[in-house]
């Protein structure tokens, strides 16, 4: 890997710690949580609150769902050229119970997955531009 420093690659969704957090949004009133961060109005339909902490959401969780992505996505996601098929997991955060929507670490297949299976956040390098090597968390199967 390059000596390039490394940087987030959208700005304000994940912390860049050895053992990385999403970020998200806590409801002041009735302690709904979100992500990505949301600090317009509260989601839940029968809160009107629009008062919001920034909080750091579990880094674990189980698996709910989970599929493989065949197909390149388009922008603003940027996809390793040439395109390579990849897995998506649908992860429960334990202590939120929201299902959080990321990618599976690479080298990892639907056929290793399993609904139920613990699961923990990392980053891994998304690509490389001029100035740093862009990080994006995606979910690994936890060591038991």
Known sequence: MSDKPMAPAIDGWHTMEVKPHLIGTRCKACGSYFFPKNNDYCRNPVCDSTDFDEVELSRTGNIWSYTNASY??????????PFEPYTIAAVQLEKEQMVILGQAIQGIGCEDL???MP?????????????DIKMTWKWKPAAQ
């Open 72 to 81: 390149k996505p388009p922008a603003p996601f940027v996809a390793a050229e």
């Open 114 to 116: 399993k609904v139920g």
């Open 119 to 131: 699961v923990e956040l990392v980053l891994e390098p998304l690509h490389e531009t001029d100035d």
